[in-house]
T-cell receptor
Framework: GDSVTQMEGPVTLSEEAFLTINCTYT??????LFWYVQYPGEGLQLLLK?????DKGSNKGFEATYRKETTSFHLEKGSVQVSDSAVYFC??????????FGAGTRLFVKA | AAGVIQSPRHLIKEKRETATLKCYPI?????VYWYQQGPGQDPQFLIS???????DKGSIPDRFSAQQFSDYHSELNMSSLELGDSALYFC?????????????FGPGTRLTVT
């Protein structure tokens, strides 16, 4: 079945460091891919998305490129801030009514 | 912009009691989803409704039921509550699933079963 695998956390970085959170997927169709972010005590917020191969989603300095050949959608940010500390979820949807989430990666950014 | 509204935000129940969680989707969104998120876990899909009909079913226990009403709000009914039902319950809504399945999440209802 469809699945999402993302790197385990927590990831601890210093402010202004480069961030990569790996995400790979398995899907039978041509999924849309998403990154959601969950700040402490809040619901999930859509961070960015890509709906077809080679699309690049970007928002708030974060980027991810839909790589069909490697079935990946890695999240990157060039310079993280303390306010980026949160849990990041990679997710996919193959056009149905169910979105499959990865296990989440907790990011801590130290000042 | 209007967001997904969930009520109550916090709920404390005892074992074997019942609970009803409510979700009000973003206006003009036709699809509602329910998720359960245990501590430190990823959200687990429970059930979804499209145009007031159940559209997909995930790992929802038989003790739980849900429906979507004519005004598109949805309710998740939980009976015979168990300690393991303690979790954060999210509702999400979307419009036009053909546009990529993008969902907008509510703030969640934290259910504690004692």
């Amino acid at each position: 079945g469809d699945s999402v695998t993302q790197m385990e956390g927590p990831v601890t970085l210093s402010e202004e460091a480069f961030l990569t959170i790996n995400c790979t997927y398995t899907a039978t169709g041509y999924p849309s891919l998403f990154w959601y972010v969950q700040y402490p005590g809040e619901g999930l917020q859509l961070l960015l998305k890509a709906t077809k191969a080679d699309d690049k989603g970007s928002n708030k300095g974060f980027e991810a490129t839909y790589r069909k050949e490697t079935t990946s959608f890695h999240l990157e940010k060039g310079s993280v801030q303390v306010s980026d500390s949160a849990v990041y979820f990679c997710a996919l949807n193959t056009g149905g009514f169910k979105t499959i989430f990865g296990a989440g990666t907790r990011l801590f950014v130290k000042a | 912009a209007a967001g997904v509204i969930q009520s109550p935000r916090h709920l404390i129940k005892e074992k074997r009691e019942t609970a009803t969680l409510k979700c009000y989707p973003i206006p003009r969104h036709d699809t509602v989803y329910w998720y359960q998120q245990g501590p430190g876990q990823d959200p687990q899909f429970l059930i979804s409704f499209y145009e007031k009909m159940q559209s997909d079913k995930g790992s929802i226990p038989d003790r739980f039921s849900a429906q979507q009403f004519s005004d598109y709000h949805s309710e998740l009914n939980m009976s015979s509550l168990e300690l393991g039902d303690s979790a954060l319950y999210f509702c999400a809504s979307s419009s036009n699933r053909l546009a990529g399945g993008e969902q907008y999440f509510g703030p969640g209802t934290r259910l504690t079963v004692t």
